[in-house]
């Protein structure tokens, strides 16, 4: 792309209303932050349980940089590959309850390597249609057939099982909790539909891990369903307040990823110090289910603080409310409305979410006190209700 083509490609993002801009936090991640100069109450931040900047990860990220340095040094395969990795990995079965679990850099990267990996041309992957950008892409990636079924809509999701080709192999990608709308998909009936039609599955818990009860496994082993969901992927840089991503399952998958896995195999592995913050993290999730009750009393008081406003807030059953607006301008102009007076609430706009449903995406965290909750109502009331912002459709 020459310099006047890439002004032109600029000038059409704006055009369309899509322009984007990096915000600069400049505090640690909590609650409030200071951001672009200013101190605001934080509603778009995925650090759900408040641990990214909690102590204990912060003293276990320095004493493995004391004991072991900062960087890996290489990939896995190579040199990279140090006791804290699988010291880790140990970890996050334990947490799931599966054979094993392996690491990877990212959950973008999980994503697209495991999808990758696992099936290729002449497959079938059956993707739900608001899986995240990292699904699509590795569906893309794997050369497999891609059939987009219907969000959540198991009837579509059997008639494609159906109609594809009784040779090929399948594998059904969903997310559990979804990121952008904060509903659960209905993954008992997708893992009878999987069992009945011999398709893998494999749920991205990005959004779930270390949120639901009993131990912060995720929404798979919430509903008891471990055994029978043999691609379990999801991140430590969430709630877990670290950063990258694992998958857990069984031996064989983590063996025939290490041997296939190109986003795995291609690439430094991570240093020591967020390994470190990762164990530390687990085993706050597994050990004070106190932060995730937390988090769920502030779900409840700012949905039903919301709703009593007359938002609708889509089928959000989590800590992720979507407050619908629907064009992509009008989403950005309350985001900033909102934040002149303190609210940091994000705009959504396509193409992470489809044309049409720009929402703000309303985030809680377990370290939201009650006057942060009780001051955002106070500011959607004055400040939404100004807008006419309507989201019950
Ligand atoms: C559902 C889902 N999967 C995967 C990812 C990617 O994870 P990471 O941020 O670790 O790359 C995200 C996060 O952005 C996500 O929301």
Redesign the pocket.
């Known amino acids: 792309m020459g310099y006047d083509s890439i002004i032109t490609e600029l000038l059409r993002i704006e055009d369309a209303g899509l322009y984007r801009k990096l915000r600069r936090v400049e505090s640690d991640q909590g609650p409030t932050l200071r951001l672009d100069g200013r101190e605001v109450i934080n509603f778009s931040s ?1 650090n759900y349980l408040g641990l990214a900047n909690h102590p204990s990860l912060c003293k276990a990220a320095k004493e493995a940089i004391d004991r072991y340095g900062c960087g890996s040094g290489a990939s896995r395969l190579i040199s990279g590959n140090m006791s804290l990795h699988e010291e880790l990995e140990s970890k996050i079965a334990e947490l799931k309850g599966t054979e094993a679990a392996l690491v990877f850099n ?6 697209t390597g495991i999808l990758s990996t696992l099936v290729g041309e002449g497959d079938v992957v059956l993707s739900d249609a608001l ?5 699509i892409d590795g569906c893309r990636l794997s050369r497999a057939k891609v059939v987009v079924y219907g969000h959540c809509d198991i009837d579509q999701l059997e008639r494609s099982l159906r109609d594809a080709p009784s040779n090929a192999r399948k594998l059904i990608v969903t ?1 559990s909790l ?2 952008m709308d904060g509903d659960e998909a209905p993954l008992a009936d997708i893992v009878n539909l999987a069992e009945k039609h011999g398709a893998m599955v494999m749920v ?1 818990e ?2 779930a891990t270390g949120v639901y009860e009993p131990s912060g496994a995720g929404l798979v082993a919430k509903l008891g369903l471990g055994d029978r969901v043999p691609i379990q ?1 999801g ?4 709630a877990l307040g670290g ?3 694992y998958v857990a399952g069984s031996k064989a998958l983590r063996e025939l990823l290490i041997n296939r896995c190109r986003s795995f195999i291609f690439t430094t592995s991570l240093p020591p110090a967020v390994m470190a913050m990762g164990m530390a993290a687990i085993d706050l999730v597994m050990r004070e289910p106190e932060r995730r009750q937390a988090l769920w009393n502030n779900c409840e008081g700012l949905r039903a603080g919301l709703k009593e406003l007359g938002y609708s807030l889509g089928g959000s059953q989590s800590q992720i409310l979507p407050l619908m607006v629907g064009d992509a301008t009008a989403c950005m102009r309350l985001s900033e409305k909102l934040l002149d007076r303190r609210i940091f609430a994000q705009g959504i706009r396509p193409p992470t979410v489809p044309a049409g449903t720009s929402r703000l995406r309303i985030t809680l965290m377990a370290t939201h006190r009650p006057e942060h909750i009780d001051q955002a109502l106070r500011v959607f009331k004055e400040v939404a209700q100004e807008m006419k912002v309507d989201d019950r459709r």
């Open positions: 995925n990212s959950g973008f990267q999980a994503n899986n995240h950008a990292s699904i997310e979804f990121s991205d990005a959004h992927m991140t430590l840089g969430k950063f990258g991503a």
